[in-house]
Structures are given as C-alpha cells and as structure tokens.
C-alpha cells in the first residue's frame, strides 16, 4: 500500500503533468529498482481520474519483451530493428483502437493495399498510428512504454524517435 506515492508528489513528474505540451516522462534505473511499479502507478493515477463518457483514448501501453516472438518471420527479421518498431506501434495502435474503435477509418486503405504485410510494415504503422493520435477526440493521449531498457540500443533510439514524432 502507498508504493510509488512519492512519484505523484515529485516537481518534475508534477511540472510533466501539468505541461499542455507534448513530452516524454522517462522512468529510468537499474533492473530491479522499482521502474514497472512506478510506471503502473502512474498509469493507475491517470486511469482513475478519467471520467469522461466513453469513445475516448485516455492512455494505451506496451510492454517490451525481452524476447519478441517469431511467428512466421525468420530469426533474422525478428531480430531487426525494424521488425521491433513494427510489433510496438501496432500494439499501440491496436489500444487506441480498441478504445476507440471510430478511429479505424485512418487503417481500412493501408489494410486493403497492403493486407497481412501492413503489420509487419512499421513505416505505414507509425504514419497510421500517428493520424490515429491527431484524430483522437480527447485532449491528450497518454503513451506507456515499459521494459526499453532490455532493448538493444539502435532499436531503444529509434523507439525515443519515433514516439517523439507522434
């Protein structure tokens, strides 16, 4: 009980939460020092204070795994800094979908002229989930990204940005 309060009374997590401005709140340590329980308490926080009727993206997440799983792809695309890009920003942009389901306008035309390889695709990914974001009808949308520090650094600055760009 109380793990992580003293992040919600922090002036720089505070001046972070306050800015009209879109910015990149980063949790960061060593392994096991607490990063994940901080990430879940501020997203507890901003879950609980959204009252608003329901259609709008509040906050949508992902958790990168050490190891990303292969599926049909080979073990040298899996391993790409590319492939990890594509598998984030469709984890996003499924969250937002599922929140918002209005919001799959922006997808229909990349789905039917790429099929199955728009998954995979993490340029038009990026592009879609970013008009997903611009046509939001909430104020703001509130990305998690956990667990980056397991990730190899070419990918780690490509992910910083992207989400900068969003």
Not at 27 to 47: I, N, Q
Not at 74 to 84: I, K, M
Not at 133 to 150: A, K, M, N, R, W
């Amino acid at each position: 009980d109380g793990t992580g309060e003293w992040i919600l009374r922090d002036g720089r997590y505070k001046k972070w939460q306050e800015s009209k401005e879109s910015q990149v709140l980063w949790l960061c340590g060593g392994p096991g020092t607490g990063k994940t329980a901080l990430a879940k308490r501020v997203a507890a926080e901003f879950l609980k204070g959204f009252n608003d009727p329901p259609g709008g993206v509040k906050l949508v997440f992902h958790f990168v795994s050490p190891e990303l799983p292969t599926g049909r792809i080979s073990a040298d695309e899996a391993e790409s800094p590319q492939h990890g890009l594509a598998k984030l920003a469709c984890d996003l942009l499924y969250g937002i979908l599922q929140q918002d389901g209005s919001l799959f306008g922006g997808c229909r035309t990349e789905l039917r002229n790429q099929g199955d390889k728009f998954f995979t695709n993490h340029h038009s990914l990026w592009r879609v989930l970013r008009q997903a974001i611009q046509d939001c009808p909430t104020e703001s949308v509130y990305i998690l990204i956990d667990g980056i520090d397991g990730l190899k650094e070419s990918l780690c600055e490509g992910l910083i940005e992207r989400v900068l760009g969003l």
